[in-house]
């Protein structure tokens, strides 16, 4: 089984910086993707970044202004985002799709979520 473990958020100010960090444990081949969802309230759960082999992908409210980077040997992905505005306020989400085996198909996992309060 796979664990995705996340750690960061909380509350911060309008035109703040915040790093979520996931680690990803378990049995795992490959990391074909790892990257971040959010949902506000009321809300669907959207894209804010995904790390693929071929490149980081951002929602367009975050591009620009924010950034990812994954390290393979720590099985880890990090977001960074500044100029944080109350808009941004949701429960960000890790998600990987990840192969257990070399010839496993991928799956895709979720970690628990983690509250991202942008207020002043």
């Known amino acids: 089984q796979v664990q995705l473990v996340e750690s960061g958020g909380g509350l911060v100010q309008p035109g703040g910086s915040l790093r979520l960090s996931c680690q990803a444990s378990g049995i795992i081949f490959s990391i074909q993707s790892m990257g971040w969802y959010r949902q506000a309230p009321g809300k669907r759960r959207e894209l804010v970044a995904v790390s693929t082999s071929g490149g980081a992908n951002f929602a367009d409210s975050v591009k620009g202004r924010s950034t990812i980077s994954r390290d393979n040997a720590k099985k880890t992905v990090i977001l960074q985002m500044n100029s944080l505005k109350p808009e941004d306020t949701a429960v960000y989400y890790c998600?990987?799709?990840?192969?257990?085996?070399?010839?496993?198909?991928?799956?895709?996992?979720w970690g628990q979520g983690t509250q991202v309060t942008v207020s002043s």
């Open positions: 998600n990987a799709l990840i192969r257990g085996t070399v010839v496993g198909v991928p799956q895709e996992y």
